[in-house]
C-alpha cells in the first residue's frame, strides 16, 4: 500500500553551501568572541563568560532556525513556485501522492537539522528551545500564509483565532505558567494547517495563484491578456477610459455578510486579547478616533471619481439638499461613528469587563463598516453619481496641447 | 411630450428611451426636460452650439453621469435601477467620450484584445475581428507597438476600434470625427456606422459637429438649443419644417441661430469706422 506522506526525504537536507555559509558565519563569530574573551583584562574562563556572546548565539541560533523554517516552506511549496507549480499541473501527478520536488510536511530530517542547532545551543550555553521555538512558529507563521495564499479560507479563520490566544494570560509559555496549555493551542494549530494543507493540495491547480504572480511586462500574449486583465483593481486602470469605468465585468469587490461576520469577530478577538495581554487600559477615544479615521477612508473610497450630480449650489438652488441617490454614501459612515461613540460611553461604564466590553464594540464597529450598504458593487452600478475622468485623460489633453 | 421619431411603430422598437432628463452643473442649467425615443437600428446625430450639453447628454446615456432629474432606458431596462439591469445594459452599450485615455503602456492589439474579451468576444473571432479593425482603419504596423507611439489621429483611431470591437448593439458616440482622423479614417468610420445601422440593427447615437458626415449618414438629427430639443426628426423633415432648402448647416443655423446668415452679411456690409 502506498504510503501518501512518508515521513522522510533527503531532498530536504539544506545545501551544503548553506550549510558552509552557516558554518564559517558562526565560527567566525565564536573566534571573534573567544578572543575578546581571551584579551580582556580580566581574562573570562570561557566565551560563554561574556553574556554578548551568548545574545548573539541566541540571535544567529534562532535566525537559521527560521531562515530553515523558511526555507522549508518557499522551497518546496508549490504556490511558492510558478514554475513548479505549471510542471506540476501537467504531470500525472495528484494530491494523494508526494510532492515529487520534495515534502512540505515535516520529515524526521528536519528534526535532524533543528536538533543540530538545538545540540550547538547546548554546547554553547543557549537555550536549546530557542531555534525549536523559532523554527516551529515561524514553518507556522509561513503556512498561514500559505494557506491564504491557497484559499483555505477556513483553516486561515480558525488560525486567525488561534494565533493571538498564545498572548493570553494563562495560554503564553510564560513562566510560572504551565507550557501545556501553549502546546496544545500549538498542536491545534498544526492540526488546523494539516488538515487545511491536505484540502489545497486537493484544489491543486491553483490557477487563482497564476494571474496575481504573472508579471505586467510578460504579458505579451491573447492567453495571457485573457488571464491578466480580470484579475485585480490594479489591472483595471489599464482598460483606459471610460472602460475602466463601464465594464460590465469588471467589477468592485464586495465583502460577503458571512465573510464580513467572521473578519468583525476577528478583529474583536485579537483586540481582546492583546488587551488582555498587554494589560491596556480601555481607549474608547482612540476607538472613536480610529473609526472616524475608517469611515473618512470609507467614504474617500465610495467618493473616488464619483461626483455627486450636482454641488452644494445646485441644491440648494433647486432645494434638492438631500439626493438620496447619492447621499446613501454618507449614512454608513455617520451610523459608524455614532455607534464609536455610544461604544465608547458603554466601555467607561463597564468596569473590569472592559476588555470584553471594548472587543465586542470593535466587532460591532467592524460590522457596521464593511457591511452596511451600499456595498461598492451596488454603489458603482446604481449610484447615482457623475463620474469624473481620470487626472490622467487630463494630463494626456496637456500632452496632445503641447504637440 | 415624447418628441415623434419617423420609425414605424417606435414603442415596439425603440431601443434607447430618454425620459424627462433634466441635468445643471451647479445653478446653470444644461438640459431641460429632454425627452427622446431612438428605435433600433438608426444612426442618430445630436447636434447643437458649443456648450449646448450634447456631450452631457450622450454622457447620461452611457452611464457616465446620472441626471439630475429623469431617466435613460437601454433596451427596455432603466439605467441605475438595479445591478443586473445596469450589468446588462453595460453589455449592449459602448460608449466613446470626446477624450478617452488609453492605456499607454499596452499596445493598441492588447488593449482591443482585452476590451473584447470584457465584452465576451469568442477569442478566434475576437482576435479575427481585431485584425480586419486594424487593417480598416490603417493600424496594422502599428498594432504591436505600445499605444504612446501613436500619433493623437491613430490614438484615435483605435480608441474607434475599440468600441467598434465589443460588438455591442449601442454605440453612443461623443465627437467620432474629430481628434485628427485622416479623410480615410472618416469615409472608412461613416460607412461602417452607417453599414451597423443599417445591416446589423445597431442602433447609434452621436454627437458630432461636421454637418457633411451627420448629412451623408444619419437617419435622423437632434438638435440641441438651449438646454431643450429644438428638432428631432429626418434631414428632409427638418428642410421641410424650417422652409430651408440648403445645406444642414443652413438648416441648423435656422433652427438654432437663425439671424446668422444676417450677421454674416452685416459683418461685410457694416461701412468700416
Known amino acids: ?403 | 411630450m415624447m418628441i415623434a421619431s419617423d420609425g414605424s411603430k417606435p414603442e415596439r422598437q425603440r431601443m434607447i428611451n430618454i425620459v424627462d432628463v433634466s441635468h445643471h452643473y451647479g445653478v446653470r442649467p444644461v438640459l431641460s426636460h429632454i425627452n427622446l425615443s431612438i428605435p433600433k437600428g438608426q444612426l442618430v446625430a445630436v447636434m447643437g452650439p458649443n456648450g449646448v450639453g450634447k456631450s452631457t447628454l450622450l454622457g447620461i446615456v452611457a452611464g457616465i453621469t446620472s441626471p439630475a432629474r429623469g431617466y435613460v432606458e437601454i433596451g427596455g431596462l432603466r439605467r441605475r435601477s438595479s445591478e443586473n439591469a445596469e450589468i446588462q445594459i453595460r453589455k449592449q452599450t459602448a460608449y466613446l467620450p470626446d477624450h478617452p485615455w488609453l492605456p499607454e503602456s499596452m499596445t493598441a492589439r492588447e488593449w482591443l484584445l482585452a476590451i473584447g474579451q470584457l465584452y465576451d468576444i469568442e477569442s478566434e473571432h475576437l482576435m479575427d475581428h481585431v485584425n480586419r479593425l486594424l487593417d480598416l482603419f490603417q493600424l496594422t504596423d502599428k498594432g504591436d507597438s505600445p499605444i504612446r507611439t501613436c500619433s493623437n489621429g491613430q490614438k484615435k483611431k483605435v480608441a474607434i476600434c475599440g468600441t467598434l470591437i465589443t460588438e455591442v448593439p449601442v454605440l453612443v458616440l461623443d465627437e467620432p470625427f474629430t481628434g485628427g482622423l485622416d479623410p480615410s479614417a472618416i469615409l472608412v468610420l461613416t460607412r461602417v456606422l452607417r453599414h451597423l445601422a443599417d445591416n446589423l440593427g445597431v442602433t447609434i447615437l452621436m454627437a458630432s459637429q461636421v454637418p457633411e458626415t451627420v448629412e451623408q449618414m444619419a437617419h435622423q438629427v437632434i438638435v440641441l438649443s438651449g438646454t431643450r430639443v429644438a428638432a428631432y426628426d429626418t434631414l428632409d423633415r427638418l428642410r421641410a419644417k424650417t422652409g430651408c432648402k440648403g445645406s444642414l448647416p443652413e438648416v441648423f443655423a435656422e433652427l438654432v441661430h437663425p439671424q446668422t446668415l444676417e450677421h454674416i452679411d452685416s459683418y461685410f456690409t457694416r461701412p468700416k469706422s
Open chain 1, 1 to 403: 500500500m502506498k504510503r501518501p506522506f512518508p515521513f522522510h526525504s533527503n531532498l530536504v537536507w539544506p545545501a551544503p553551501g548553506l550549510v558552509g555559509a552557516f558554518v564559517v558565519i558562526y565560527g567566525l563569530v565564536s573566534v571573534y568572541f573567544w578572543l575578546i574573551a581571551q584579551t580582556a583584562p580580566e581574562p573570562a574562563r570561557s566565551t560563554f563568560d561574556v553574556p554578548e556572546a551568548v545574545s548573539c548565539c541566541e540571535i544567529i541560533l534562532g535566525f537559521t532556525a527560521a531562515l530553515y523554517a523558511t526555507y522549508r516552506l518557499l522551497r518546496f511549496h508549490p504556490a511558492c513556485n510558478p514554475g513548479y507549480s505549471r510542471w506540476l499541473k501537467l504531470s500525472p501527478w495528484t494530491a494523494d501522492r508526494p510532492l515529487p520536488a520534495g515534502p512540505v510536511h515535516l520529515v524526521w530530517q528536519d528534526a535532524v537539522v533543528v536538533g543540530a542547532l538545538a545540540a550547538i545551543g547546548i554546547w554553547q550555553h543557549v537555550n536549546p528551545l530557542l531555534p525549536v521555538t523559532a523554527f516551529i512558529f515561524v514553518y507556522l507563521a509561513w503556512f498561514t500564509v500559505l494557506l491564504a495564499f491557497t484559499r483555505r479560507w477556513g483553516s486561515c479563520l480558525a488560525l486567525g483565532f488561534l494565533w493571538p490566544s498564545l498572548m493570553l494570560p494563562g495560554i503564553a509559555p510564560v513562566p510560572p505558567t504551565s507550557v501545556l496549555p501553549a502546546i496544545c493551542v500549538v498542536a491545534a494549530m498544526a492540526y488546523v494547517i494539516w488538515y487545511g494543507y491536505r484540502q489545497s493540495l486537493k484544489a491543486f491547480p491553483w490557477d487563482f495563484i497564476k494571474t496575481a504572480l504573472r508579471s505586467r511586462r510578460s504579458s505579451r500574449s491573447a492567453l495571457d491578456i485573457e488571464v491578466r486583465i480580470p484579475s485585480a483593481a490594479g489591472t483595471l486602470f489599464e482598460l483606459g477610459w471610460p472602460f475602466f469605468v463601464l465594464s460590465p465585468k469588471i467589477l468592485p469587490p464586495t465583502i460577503s455578510p458571512r465573510t464580513n461576520l467572521a473578519l468583525g469577530a476577528l478583529a474583536g478577538w485579537w483586540s481582546f486579547c492583546i488587551i488582555k495581554a498587554s494589560q491596556m487600559d480601555p481607549l474608547p477615544e482612540i476607538i472613536v478616533l480610529l473609526t472616524i479615521v475608517a469611515a473618512t477612508f470609507r467614504l474617500l473610497i465610495y467618493a473616488a471619481g464619483a461626483a455627486a450630480p450636482f454641488n452644494i449650489l445646485g441644491r440648494i438652488a433647486t432645494g434638492r439638499i438631500i439626493v438620496p441617490g447619492y447621499d446613501k454614501i454618507y449614512a454608513t459612515p455617520l451610523a459608524v461613528v455614532v455607534a464609536a461613540m455610544l461604544g465608547g460611553i458603554i466601555i467607561k461604564r463597564s468596569g473590569a469587563w472592559y476588555p470584553e466590553t471594548e472587543s465586542i464594540v470593535i466587532a460591532i464597529l467592524w460590522w457596521v463598516l464593511f457591511g452596511g450598504g451600499p456595498t461598492l458593487r451596488n454603489w458603482a452600478l446604481t449610484g447615482q453619481f457623475r463620474r469624473r475622468a481620470p487626472a490622467i485623460v487630463n494630463s494626456n489633453r496637456q500632452m496632445i496641447k503641447q504637440v
